[in-house]
Structures are given as C-alpha cells and as structure tokens.
T-cell receptor, first 111, second 113 residues
Framework: SQQGEEDPQALSIQEGENATMNCSYK?????LQWYRQNSGRGLVHLIL?????REKHSGRLRVTLDTSKKSSSLLITASRAADTASYFC???????????FGKGTRLHILP | EPEVTQTPSHQVTQMGQEVILRCVPI?????FYWYRQILGQKVEFLVS????????KSEIFDDQFSVERPDGSNFTLKIRSTKLEDSAMYFC???????????FGPGTRLLVL
C-alpha cells in the first residue's frame, strides 16, 4: 500500500532559517498532502499536490513532488517559533481512498 | 471558515464499556473518515464512509467498531466493548469529494482504564 515516510525524524533549526522535510512513498499515488500537528492536537491541512504537479506554493510553504523518485519535499521558509510542530506527509490513491500517513518529522524552531 | 468538530474532546472509560465518539463534518462534504493515533505513533486509517455505507475499512476496524450517520449532520464512531489498546486520539475527517483534501477535526482523546 502507499506509505509516506518522512525524514529527518527530528529537525531543530534557528528561527529565521529554512526548514526542509522529505517524504518518500512506495506505490503510485493520486495526491500527496502535507499536514501539521501541534503536540497532542489535531491535524491541520497545509497543502495538497497532485501527481501531475511538480511544485506548489502556499505562503511560506513550498512543496515539490518527484513521482519518478516517489518523493516529496516540504520547505518552510523564514521559520518562526509557531512553526514548531510535527509534519506529516500523507498519500492517497484517489476517489474515496484512505490516506496513509508517514511517521512524521518533529520540527523544533529555536529562538 | 467551516470546520469539522468532534465531541467530547476527552473521554475516560472503563475497559469493556461502550463509547460513542461524535463528529460533525463540514456541511457540504460527502465523504467521511475515522482515523486514530496511538500516543507517539503514526495516524492510522480506520474507516471511510460514503452514501450511507462503509466504503473501506482497515484491519483495526473489527466487529467492535461501528459507524453511523444518524442524521444529516452527525457522524459517529462506536466502540462496543473497549480494550486498553483502544486508548488513542481519534480523528474524524471529511472531504467534499473522494480523492480530495480531507479536513480533520481536533480529535477525541480516549483513555481506557
């Protein structure tokens, strides 16, 4: 089944720096999504990129998708303390298909 | 902006008791989902629901679990006889159509003692 696996597992950077998280998956997908989860809280949808798209931007977020390598990256530019959270990629096969989450990257922004 | 809501936010129950977790999906959405996240682990799919029936369910979703859309707004997950290992955060999600963004609720933290 599709499965997103993020790396690194944990990332600590200084406020103002850029943070890059990567995701790899195993099978063909329809969409790939990135979610954020603050500690013990709900999942916030960040961005969806379709299998026929290569790059997408939303504010300080930039997502790339390389279907030939079955990988995606999430770049957060000019990081802020409020960006401290876990970030998950999630893949789906389309229609009403479930989404499969990776284990996530824990991002910590240092003041 | 419309949101998925879930109640209760926290629930503590004794092993063997029945629990019902409630969700109100976004009003014009047609696809509904339940996921769970055991503490420190990844989010796992439980079940998807469309057109008043289950579309897909995972191995986790055994006979102890059931879902229902009793009226036009609520979507419930029932666990008939809770086990210790059912302790987790349960998330409801909805989507306007299949294969699109799923919007998640804030979750219900279930603790089974």
């Amino acid at each position: 089944s599709q499965q997103g696996e993020e790396d690194p597992q944990a990332l600590s950077i200084q406020e103002g720096e850029n943070a890059t998280m990567n995701c790899s998956y195993k099978t063909s997908i329809n969409n790939l999504q990135w979610y954020r989860q603050n500690s013990g809280r709900g999942l916030v949808h960040l961005i969806l990129i379709r299998s026929n798209e290569r790059e997408k931007h939303s504010g300080r977020l930039r997502v790339t998708l390389d279907t030939s390598k079955k990988s995606s990256s999430l770049l957060i530019t000019a990081s802020r303390a409020a960006d401290t959270a876990s970030y998950f990629c999630a893949t789906d096969g389309g229609r009403d298909d479930k989404i499969i989450f990776g284990k996530g990257t824990r991002l910590h922004i240092l003041p | 902006e419309p949101e998925v809501t879930q109640t209760p936010s926290h629930q503590v129950t004794q092993m063997g008791q029945e629990v019902i977790l409630r969700c109100v999906p976004i009003s014009n959405h047609l696809y509904f989902y339940w996921y769970r996240q055991i503490l420190g682990q990844k989010v796992e799919f439980l079940v998807s629901f469309y057109n008043n029936e289950i579309s897909e369910k995972s191995e986790i979703f055994d006979d102890q679990f059931s879902v229902e859309r009793p009226d036009g707004s609520n979507f419930t997950l029932k666990i008939r006889s809770t086990k210790l290992e059912d302790s987790a955060m349960y998330f409801c999600a909805s989507s306007p159509t299949g294969g699109e963004t799923q919007y998640f609720g804030p979750g219900t933290r279930l603790l089974v003692l």
